[in-house]
């Protein structure tokens, strides 16, 4: 649970970033390399990451394709717009002076 | 780009569902194939419905796709429905189309703005005052000079224009001798730039071609006319045109879209005032006046000051008019100079066609607005039973948590679809029936041209309606099933009766609406048709009149021989000759005096009429002889009964003398005949004479006759089959007698009632449709209401209760209702009929016909639509209906 707790807010973040190194992911393959770079402490709930993709969709930070899979199935990946470079910009500079802020009152208070 | 991909989501939500249900699927074989457990796979995602729903939400343009959906179930009730449905879009598409074809006259005639700058800036001058017979009427004619003062007077704080009326003219192009008319209209050489005009072809009439009389031979075009005549011909500058005697070059084609400040009526011709010769004349009102105010300038401030100070300077110079009013007795003058000057808004134009029509323009207005009405009512009932029998559907979707807003959204889709569909059968009937109306106030001679775009002024009308017509049809309905409380809809019902009594309402509302339209209605037919029936006093059958004009004038003489060459031409039953023709549009008046003495208090008209005229015409003589061919006038004179009964009360005529005026010729009454017609149908009869059409000057000779109008009595039934073969006798001839207008007797009556045989039918028209539309309405409620109380009728019928309980029961509250919105109708109708008593011939609406005629149609129609409903109940089978239970 505490696991989600510390996405609150930071799931586009973390998709971005993900996507901004390897684009056409399918959702698993994101959700899998949230917990594998994060050291399988980040944990996307599937229930919440659908939701966040099709809304960053929307907003045209990402783009998604359908492809076929060697398997034959079809999957949907996902890859960054110029506009989702933008926002991640945005997005980290953001958690960057909050990580900070955050830091400091750990340290000071 | 997302919105727009949301709305385009919205149209394929179910694509969508499978999509998003592939992708979850897709994730968790990945899952199962990277090692989880397929049970802990599926249960990670929750619930899949939910995560499907939210997925589905984010893409989705939401309030869209609910609308859809809604658009699709309100399709399918409609369809499920069909014969209502039919019914409730015709019935509101004639509605709707009768509306917008209304405003698109009225807007077209009173309302839509010259296409000119300034059109709000601009006002014309009239004159308010007692006419001869006492009434007050207003005077919109002006002389140049009196117009030049004021123009001078004012010039600091507006312009004044001078415009005549566009005149039916007898003009000829250079190169053919064939006359032809156009509309011809003088304005003053500020017209144009003032207006704000630039030219089509070639350049305008400017403020230096009004400089002197004679001085500036030019003519503008208008684009219409250019168009229609010469086919956008740029050759036609340089061109000259004759009318009378006088030349005038071609120097420009006007605007496209401008066609004149007559609405109605389309000019052909703009030539400077200063060219017609009545613009010296002192004495002489023969055009209007239009003030435009500077650019900047407050109306609301400036307007009185104006108005004062245009009529202090006015009658300042009535006043020291010497030639004003030469003649005129000290009464008269009084009477002429006590006048008040009166300024109106005419950016819209100014018109007669406006004048006539305004108030008929307006009942119409009422009569469509009603119709309209009573198809929504219709309407709104129809759904109002709909929704009652949903009712427990609406209570299921309120507890399964619907929000109020959506099942008012749901219905209100349904009334939108309604007048969509309807709005898009009543635009082809508004674009049909526009130009059909307009065409029934055409007379031949004069036709109103007008012009009637689609334009966005009718759109915005249209869309405007639609909205009255969707919150009209759907609110109540919606409203009132939106407020069902589902636990009590569900257990069957709070009260059963609610919808019934909103039905009741609405019957009584109908029926008044449809008598108010009745009663109107047949007050209009009435007058129509006694109008019609008025005896004449003269026959029209076979009679043709061919109105000729000889230039500077011809003899008697020759007038009289070429009557004779046409009583020699095949067909030709007799001719006769006259002055102008009865109910003509001419009339001319004088003062008459007996024995020397005073004139009389009110002017007396009169005719010229060659020997023969009479018996043509089937005009009897009460007492003495016609004219014989010696007679001349001034000299012998028939009179008729009312100048008989009038000037010498209770003697014989014949045989006395009066004279036009004091110390004039002395004319001696040699017949008399009974009053016939001889101007206005509607007008009672008045004092008028005739006078040989054989005018002898002061020392006794002849002198000659500028017009006269030909009366042709033909053998063969169509008087118009010979009009060209004897207007072409008459130019043969070449005795400076030209036709300029032919017609026949019969048309120049019919013309008389044009405007009264347009409200009438009309009013026939949708005192008929109101009448089908209420039928309707009662049939559906009544229908309605048998089937609800199948149940209590059946049991009543079980206990013994005789039929003529089970009649009374279904029917006494529905004609209640009739009663009550008749007697409703009734009492808006005489408010209505105030307003518009000039408007009927010889009708009162207070005449015990009027009220009865339309009692027995709206009690008739009850009746018939009333029959099924009971003949259903009677046959209700209570053994059937028990058994149901």
Redesign the interface.
């Known amino acids: 649970m505490a696991k989600t707790d510390a996405l609150q807010g930071s799931l586009d973040l973390l998709v971005l970033k993900i996507l901004s190194r390897r684009p056409r992911l ?4 994101i959700m ?1 390399a949230i917990a594998d770079t994060s050291g399988e402490v980040l944990r996307a ?3 919440s990451l ?2 966040a993709l ?2 960053m ?4 930070w990402i783009r998604a394709e359908w492809i076929k899979k060697d398997t034959g ?4 990946v996902y890859e960054l717009t110029a506009a989702g470079k933008k926002q991640l910009g945005a997005e980290e500079s953001r958690w960057q002076a909050v990580s900070v802020a955050i830091n400091r009152v750990l340290r000071e208070a | 780009m997302s919105l727009w991909s949301r709305i385009s989501n919205a149209f394929r939500g179910d694509r969508l569902n499978r999509e998003i249900d592939e992708e979850m699927q897709s994730h968790i074989d990945e899952a199962i194939a990277s090692g989880r457990d397929p049970g802990e796979a599926r249960r990670a995602f929750g619930s899949a419905l939910l995560v499907r729903e939210t997925s589905h939400g984010i893409r989705v343009a939401g309030s869209l796709e609910s609308l859809l959906a809604d658009i699709r179930f309100g399709w399918r009730q409609l369809w499920r429905n069909k014969v209502t449905s039919l019914a409730a879009v015709l019935s509101l598409a004639l509605g709707i189309g009768s509306c917008v074809a209304a405003f698109r006259l009225i807007d077209a005639l009173l309302w839509r703005p010259l296409p000119i700058s300034g059109a709000n800036r601009l006002f014309a001058l009239s004159r308010k005052l007692i006419g001869p017979e006492g009434k007050p009427i207003e005077d919109r004619y002006w002389s140049t000079p009196d117009f030049n003062v004021m123009r001078t007077a004012v010039k600091d704080q507006a312009d004044l224009i001078a415009i005549s009326d566009a005149d039916r003219t007898d003009i000829t192009w250079s190169t053919d001798d064939e006359i032809e008319k156009a509309h011809v209209v003088y304005v003053s050489g500020n017209m144009f730039p003032l207006f704000g005009l630039e030219p089509a072809l070639g350049r305008l009439l400017a403020p230096a071609d009004d400089r002197g009389p004679g001085l500036a031979p030019y003519a503008v075009l208008s684009c219409d006319y250019w168009n229609h005549r010469f086919g956008r011909d740029p050759r036609v500058l340089g061109r000259s045109v004759h009318i009378e005697d006088q030349v005038f070059e071609i120097i420009g084609v006007g605007p496209r879209d401008f066609t004149g400040t007559e609405t109605g009526t389309v000019t052909d011709l703009f030539l400077p005032l200063s060219m017609n010769s009545l613009s010296t004349r002192n004495g002489v009102s023969w055009h209007h006046t239009f003030l435009m105010l500077k650019p900047g300038v407050n109306p609301t401030t400036t307007l009185e000051p104006l108005r004062q100070h245009l009529s202090a300077v006015s009658h300042a110079f009535e006043t020291a008019c010497s030639t004003c009013f030469r003649g005129a007795t000290q009464a008269t003058r009084d009477r002429l100079l006590n006048k008040t000057l009166v300024l109106n808004p005419a950016g819209a134009g100014i018109s007669e066609l406006q004048k006539e029509y305004r108030r008929y323009l307006g009942v119409l207005g009422l009569l469509v607005v009603l119709v309209l009405l009573i198809a929504c009512v219709n309407v709104a009932n129809m759904m109002t039973a709909q929704a009652a029998a949903r009712a427990q559907e609406m209570a299921l979707r309120i507890s399964i948590g619907a929000g109020r807003r959506r099942l008012i959204q749901l219905i209100l889709t349904q009334s939108a679809l309604l007048a969509l569909l309807a709005s898009a059968v009543g635009a082809l009937f508004a674009a049909w029936s526009a130009p059909f109306v307009l065409g029934l106030v055409n007379p031949p001679d004069t036709p109103a041209r007008l012009d009637l775009p689609a334009d966005g002024r009718v759109l915005l009308f249209g869309l405007a309606l639609i909205l009255v017509v969707v919150l009209l049809l759907g609110l109540l309905p919606a409203l009132r099933a939106s407020a069902v409380r589902p636990v009590a809809a569900l257990k069957g019902g709070e009260d059963p009766h609610s919808p019934r009594r909103f039905m009741r309402v609405a019957i009584a509302l109908q029926v008044a609406f449809c008598v108010l339209v009745l009663f109107l209605s047949s007050l209009f037919v009435t007058s129509f048709q006694r109008l019609q029936n008025r005896p004449l006093g003269f026959s029209t059958d076979r009679l043709l009149l061919l109105q000729t004009v000889a230039g500077k004038g011809q003899l008697p003489v020759v007038w009289d021989q070429t009557a004779e060459a046409l009583r020699a031409a095949p067909g030709v039953d007799s001719v006769a000759i006259a002055g102008w023709p009865l109910l003509g549009r001419i009339k001319i008046n004088t003062d008459v005096s007996i024995n020397n003495g005073p004139p009389s208090p009110t002017p007396v008209f009169f005719l010229y009429i060659s020997p023969g005229w009479l018996s043509t015409m089937k005009i009897p003589l009460i007492a003495g002889r016609d004219f014989r061919p010696e007679d001349a006038s001034p000299g012998a004179a028939i009179v008729n009964e009312t100048f008989a009964k009038t000037f010498f009360p209770g003697e014989d005529p014949v045989g006395r003398t009066f004279s036009r005026g004091v110390h004039h010729p002395i004319n001696k009454i040699v017949g008399v005949t009974p009053d016939v017609p001889d101007h206005d149908l509607r007008e009672p009869n008045r004092a008028l004479f005739y006078m040989p059409f054989n005018p002898v000057g002061d020392n006794g000779a002849p002198t000659p006759a500028e017009f006269g109008t030909f009366v042709v009595h033909t053998k063969a039934g169509n008087p118009l089959a010979l009009a060209d073969s004897l207007r072409q006798l008459i130019a043969e001839r070449r005795n400076g007698l030209r036709v300029s207008n032919v017609t026949t007797q019969l048309d120049l009556v019919r013309d008389q009632t044009i405007r009264e045989r347009l409200i009438a039918t009309l009013g026939g028209f949708f005192a008929a449709v109101a009448l089908l539309l209420a039928g309707i309405g009662l049939y559906a409620v009544l229908n309605y209401s048998v089937l609800q109380r199948r149940r209590e009728i059946g049991i009543r019928m079980a206990i013994g209760s005789s039929r003529t309980s089970i009649v009374r029961l279904v029917t006494f509250d529905s004609f209640l209702m009739i009663a009550l919105g008749g007697c409703a109708g009734l009492v808006l109708g005489f408010g209505a009929a105030r307003y518009v008593t000039s408007l009927f011939y010889q009708v009162k609406a207070t005449d015990s016909e009027m009220i009865v005629l339309p009692a027995c149609a709206i009690l008739l129609t009850a009746l018939l639509a009333t029959l099924p409903a009971v003949l259903r109940a009677l046959r209700t089978d209570p053994t059937e209906i028990l058994r149901a239970e």
């Not at chain 1, 969709?57 to 045209?60: K, L, S, T, V």
């Open positions: 399918h959702g698993y393959a899998a709930e599937e229930g659908y939701p099709y809304r969709e929307e907003a045209g199935r079809r999957a949907r």
